[in-house]
T-cell receptor, first 113, second 112 residues
Framework: QQQVKQSPQSLIVQKGGISIINCAYE??????FPWYQQFPGKGPALLIA?????SEKKEGRFTISFNKSAKQFSLHIMDSQPGDSATYFC????????????FGQGTTLQVKP | DTGVSQDPRHKITKRGQNVTFRCDPI?????LYWYRQTLGQGPEFLTY????????KSRLLSDRFSAERPKGSFSTLEIQRTEQGDSAMYLC??????????FGSGTRLTVV
């Protein structure tokens, strides 16, 4: 019930294309869903996050789509650039507690020039 | 203050030795977290501090692991009698709320 399942494991996209990464969760008590970007040798960096009271959030080229009934959320990267090549992690937490995050397994994105 | 600082960045140790890692959080952040990340996996929660109080520990944190945050400032994570299975990246994060962690760059531990 504490798991967050992420797919695909890896993704190759052409420059200018749309990258889509999906996550699913079981615990309906989760109420905070962030996405993190991690480059090799670095810690994860917060990219964008959503609460379950909205179905979509957009920041620049990054959009989270949230489907509460399906217990799924996804990250869309529009106009993907080679600099977006990194590993992306979705996560979920119970904000009322400690803020502990449950992470997905990660998606390695390669954007080809 | 430029972010969360972790030291050392890399540590190679022999099996059975003790190791200690340090984390300096962003100064105004009262919350501090330790996570462990193995190759190809997402970070896994280890423990959480609010100020100097350790409020939650994962089952992953066996009795060989201990973490402290004296005076609610920096934190240390010690692993005693290291095993090869302890090889991982150890990440520290801090925040001022339940949202929006800032992670450090981690300490990569290799046990040989």
């Amino acid at each position: 019930q504490q798991q967050v399942k992420q797919s695909p494991q890896s993704l190759i996209v052409q420059k200018g294309g749309i990258s889509i990464i999906n996550c699913a969760y079981e615990n309906t008590a989760f109420d905070y869903f962030p996405w993190y970007q991690q480059f090799p040798g670095k810690g994860p960096a917060l990219l964008i996050a959503i609460r379950p009271d909205v179905s979509e959030k957009k920041e620049g080229r990054f959009t989270i789509s949230f489907n509460k009934s399906a217990k799924q959320f996804s990250l869309h990267i529009m106009d993907s650039q080679p600099g977006d090549s990194a590993t992306y992690f979705c996560a979920a937490s119970l904000s009322g507690n400690t803020g502990k995050l449950i992470f997905g397994q990660g998606t390695t994105l390669q954007v080809k020039p | 203050d430029t972010g969360v600082s972790q030291d050392p960045r890399h540590k190679i140790t022999k099996r059975g030795q003790n190791v200690t890692f340090r984390c300096d959080p962003i100064s105004e952040h009262n919350r501090l977290y330790w996570y462990r990340q193995t190759l190809g996996q997402g970070p896994e929660f280890l423990t959480y501090f609010q100020n100097e109080a350790q409020l939650e520990k994962s089952r992953l944190l066996s009795d060989r692991f201990s973490a402290e945050r004296p005076k609610g400032s920096f934190s240390t994570l010690e692993i005693q009698r290291t095993e090869q299975g302890d090889s991982a990246m150890y990440l520290c994060a801090s925040s001022s709320s339940n949202y929006g962690y800032t992670f450090g760059s981690g300490t990569r531990l290799t046990v040989v």
